[in-house]
Nanobody, 123 residues
């Protein structure tokens, strides 16, 4: 059974940093692309970052987080990370990690999802 378990969320002031982790169980982690999405109250789920499982670990970001967020992975630990710097109040959301054979910015590309972790950025 596949499980993705996020951790590292919390409350931080604007301008601060957080690092989210997502540990994967029950899948051949190195062969999967991994993504991070977020969902704020009353809004649709939004793509945040993705990293390929092969092809040199290429990464993808939307303009809203480019230059502030960094996705990385440690295949030896079956874990993907999201380093978030220069956080803004509008980054407040529940953050989800997800696994896909082929990553994209669409949530429909992803086969497995974690339960989410809350990130709150105060102004």
């Amino acid at each position: 059974q596949v499980q993705l378990v996020e951790s590292g969320g919390g409350l931080v002031q604007a301008g601060g940093s957080l690092r989210l982790s997502c540990a994967a169980f029950g899948l051949t982690f190195s062969t999967y692309g991994m993504g991070w999405f977020r969902q704020a109250p009353g809004k649709e789920r939004e793509f945040v970052a993705a990293i390929r499982g092969s092809g040199g670990g290429m990464t993808y970001y939307p303009d809203s987080v480019k230059g502030r967020f960094t996705i990385s992975r440690d295949n030896a630990k079956n874990t993907v990370y999201l380093q978030m710097n220069s956080l803004k109040p509008e980054d407040t959301a529940v953050y989800y990690c997800a696994a896909a054979t082929f990553v994209s910015g669409s949530e429909y590309s992803y086969d497995y999802w974690g339960q989410g972790t809350q990130v709150t950025v105060s102004s």
